[in-house]
């Protein structure tokens, strides 16, 4: 039989698996439970150890909303807070803390959402979020579905549910390459090679080195978060939700005390990186500019850092992902380019791999396709 990409229930046993996943973030290991949910025989591999800070999706927390500045996104939003309630079903464990969130903006803001509503009036927004400092001038979208995910707990329980569906994750295994066989691909790693059906590409700042076609359409940045000590009253639910505060530095964003991690605080923009370098901590002038803002933001706050983090963001012009199976090599699935904000999508995009690698349309990812892009 020949095989093809669209063979829903293609395999072969000479095959060392069925699909070969690459890199174990979140997408990845979202990636490697879903396909192991459905019976495939997966091999992740991951080129650092665990616990290892040198990608995109370590640290305890992130944000999730359903305030998108496009309605393109509305439906993969969906998915993606129908997955996590799949996933703390499956885990047993509290994944999301609902806080709500505002979202201050000058001039118009482009989000937008079911439940989102715009609030121009101050009094009504300090109601809203009384820990929140809007700017004067400033409006802001209000997600009252926005919150919190525990990240970490969130990563251990996609890796927990691979491994109990036969996956195997390995850490430390770097590959150097891959190639498409006709039949299939086969990965080459330091440790040996390994073929396969299919291959999913979940690299974060490493897709390009990987798919050298996808590179031009890649900027990895530095960004800096910190994160101050939990159980301070003005930085938890109800005074304090989820936000983001437009500002000339750059889009300021802050994670509430939920669940006793501490506020957060960042900015989305920070100076390209090259990914074999590890992230330079951040200096005491930026941890001090960080603390300024988060200052600004939540008045009151002792902002005091518990914990002050580098990572990477993989970007693309237009903050859209870059998800799908590539034109001359369709046995390959890439989740790519999360931009900053792909944590939240994580279980939805594994789902996505997967029936990406089972032949399953997915038109919903159009707009974020490798198609779309000429790929």
Same mark, same amino acid.
């Given at each position: 039989?020949?095989?093809? =990409?669209n063979d829903t229930?293609?395999?072969? !046993?000479?095959?060392?698996?069925?699909?070969?996943?690459?890199?174990? #973030?979140?997408? %990845? !290991?979202?990636?490697?439970a879903s396909l192991a949910r459905r019976g495939r025989r997966v091999i992740a591999l991951e080129r650092f150890l665990p616990g290892h800070a040198r990608g995109s999706s370590h640290g305890r927390t992130r944000m999730i909303?359903? *305030?998108? @500045?496009?309605?393109? $996104?509305? #439906?993969?939003? +969906?998915? =993606?807070?129908?997955? $996590?309630?799949?996933? +703390?079903?499956? !885990?047993?464990?509290r994944l999301v803390r609902r806080t709500g969130g505002l979202y201050?903006?000058? %001039?118009? !803001?482009?989000?937008?959402? /079911?439940?989102? +509503?715009?609030?121009?009036? /101050?009094? +009504?927004?300090?109601?809203?979020? @009384?820990?929140? *400092?809007v700017p004067e001038g400033y409006g802001a979208v209000h997600d009252p579905a926005a919150g919190v995910i525990e990240a970490a707990g969130a990563l251990a329980a996609l890796r927990r549910a691979a491994l109990a569906h036969g996956a195997q994750l390995r850490h430390g295994a770097r590959v150097r390459g891959w190639e498409p066989t006709g039949a299939g691909v086969r990965v080459a790693t330091d440790d040996g090679v390994l073929t396969a059906a299919r291959l999913v590409i979940a690299a974060g700042s490493w897709s390009g080195a990987l798919v050298p076609s996808l590179a031009p359409l890649f900027e990895v940045w530095r960004i800096l978060?910190?994160?101050?000590?939990?159980?301070? @009253?003005?930085?938890?639910?109800p005074r304090l939700g989820a936000f983001s505060v437009d500002r000339p530095e750059g889009l300021v964003f802050g994670i509430p005390d939920a669940g006793g991690n501490g506020v957060k605080i960042g900015v989305d923009a920070g100076p390209r990186w090259d990914p074999e370098e590890p992230q330079a901590p951040p200096s005491r002038r930026e941890v001090a500019e960080l603390r300024e803002l988060l200052a600004s933001c939540v008045p009151g706050l002792d902002t005091t850092p518990v914990e002050a983090a580098a990572c990477l963001y993989t970007m693309t012009e237009d903050r859209r992902f870059v998800i799908g199976p590539l034109a001359d090599a369709p046995e390959v699935v890439v989740v790519a380019a999360c931009s900053g904000h792909g944590f939240k999508f994580g279980p939805a995009l594994g789902d996505a791999a997967a029936d990406l690698c089972d032949g399953v349309p997915r038109p919903d990812l159009d707009f974020v396709s490798t198609a779309r892009r000429g790929f």
């Open positions: 039989m020949t095989r093809r =990409a229930n293609d395999t072969n !046993s000479a095959n060392d698996a069925d699909v070969v996943v690459i890199g174990l #973030g979140v997408h %990845g !290991s979202a990636a490697a909303r359903r *305030a998108y @500045p496009h309605p393109a $996104w509305n #439906g993969l939003v +969906e998915r =993606a807070f129908a997955a $996590w309630a799949a996933l +703390e079903a499956e !885990s047993g464990q201050a903006h000058r %001039g118009t !803001s482009r989000l937008q959402g /079911p439940g989102c +509503e715009t609030v121009d009036d /101050p009094a +009504e927004l300090a109601r809203r979020m @009384p820990g929140l *400092a978060t910190v994160t101050v000590r939990a159980g301070q @009253p003005v930085g938890m639910p």
